[in-house]
């Protein structure tokens, strides 16, 4: 089968201002929409810019508008999006070069939180052990693969880039819900204010974008109510 | 499992966040009263200055419909204030925003309160 592609385009060095390619590719119909830009890149134009890695799910690289759905380019098959196809970058985050962003301010968003685990309090001598129940209130947003999927496609976020994001939450409620934590005060102390948690507006774009099917903005209500309760279980 | 808990300092937005949840569990029996009231048991033919003035004539009715004037315009001033967040970047701008929103809302409460109270009370007189 034949599929019409419109890829976004942008070189900084080139372009004043962003335009759209068109390319016809031979596809099957269980090919992915990644393997359709890597024959772009290969057989038609080798100046189209795009991330990716592992190609698979799991890196979170080559996460795209695609028919103006967030997606990661290597999850979606041809025949679930049909023959013409629209490829756009992430909204909200600067265009560095064709489906290129510039991550920074996402990972400086995740950095503000304390993404890592805090006890001050000295190990034990084999492992700090936590029961399967406990381990499972947190299972969910642990699956969080940084693609930045969720945030990109949050109304917020695209008002004011300033607003930490759902996959900055997602990330903190992984550890403020892990009872062998203890930096759960301090993380909710920084999502208590106004770009904070309390600039989500629950429009469940975030959760329909993930590719990872994390149940986010019940994350953030979950975090919302340690805020005003003050109960971490 | 002993439950875990911390301390967070309530803040301007937990506060304005509790108030719309807690605002909008008031409202509900509020509204739904009135409408039953209005529409269902009285009907909107019989509805009248006579019949205005003789239920705000109890202070029930009028604690009644300051209540509801006030939970609902607070109600819709913060929902406006979250929309003017998405244009108003800069927090102090967005600080006295609020203030202003805040003394907007007070001042039509008491406006409408005194309104209901005098109003009243100025028409039963005149009965």
């Not at chain 1, 419109?6 to 068109?22: G, N, S, Y």
Request: with cysteine.
């Amino acid at each position: 089968m034949q599929v019409t592609i419109d890829v976004f385009r942008f070189d900084p060095e080139k372009d004043q201002k962003p335009h759209f390619d068109q390319f016809v590719v031979e596809a099957e119909p269980v090919d992915r929409v990644l393997d359709l830009l890597e024959k772009i890149k290969d057989y038609h134009d080798g100046s189209l810019t795009f991330r990716r890695s592992c190609a698979h799910g799991v890196c979170g690289s080559d996460a795209m508008r695609i028919n103006g759905v967030n997606r990661l380019a290597c999850k979606v098959l041809v025949q679930d999006v049909g023959t013409r196809i629209k490829v756009e970058p992430i909204l909200g985050l600067k265009v560095k070069r064709d489906l290129i962003v510039d991550m920074e301010p996402f990972f400086d968003h995740y950095k503000s939180v304390l993404p890592y685990f805090i006890n001050d309090e000295a190990p034990p001598e084999k492992e700090r052990l936590q029961s399967p129940e406990a381990r499972e209130r947190f299972d969910d947003t642990t699956k969080c693969i940084l693609c930045a999927a969720c945030t990109t496609s949050c109304p917020s976020f695209w008002s004011d880039s300033a607003y930490v994001g759902p996959a900055a939450i997602v990330n903190a409620h992984r550890f403020i819900f892990d009872d062998r934590d203890q930096g759960a005060a301090q993380r909710l102390e920084i999502l208590n204010q106004q770009m904070g948690v309390w600039r989500c507006r629950t429009a469940f774009n975030c959760t329909e974008a993930c590719p990872r099917d994390i149940h986010i903005t019940q994350a953030i209500a979950e975090v919302k109510k340690a805020i005003t309760s003050g109960k971490l279980d | 499992m002993a439950t875990r808990q911390v301390k967070i300092s309530q803040n301007y937005e937990t506060i304005a966040w509790k108030w719309m949840r807690y605002s909008a569990i008031l409202l509900i029996p509020l509204v739904f009263g009135h409408v039953l009231l209005q529409d269902v048991i009285v009907g909107v033919y019989e509805i009248n200055a006579d019949y205005v003035a003789r239920r705000l004539g109890t202070w029930f009715f009028q604690a009644y419909d300051i209540a509801l004037l006030g939970f609902a315009f607070a109600h819709g001033v913060n929902g406006l204030r979250q929309v003017l967040r998405d244009f108003i970047h800069n927090p102090k701008t967005f600080r006295l925003v609020s203030i202003a929103l805040f003394i907007f809302w007070a001042a039509i409460t008491a406006y409408g309160g005194i309104a209901i109270v005098m109003a009243v009370n100025a028409k039963l007189a005149s009965l």
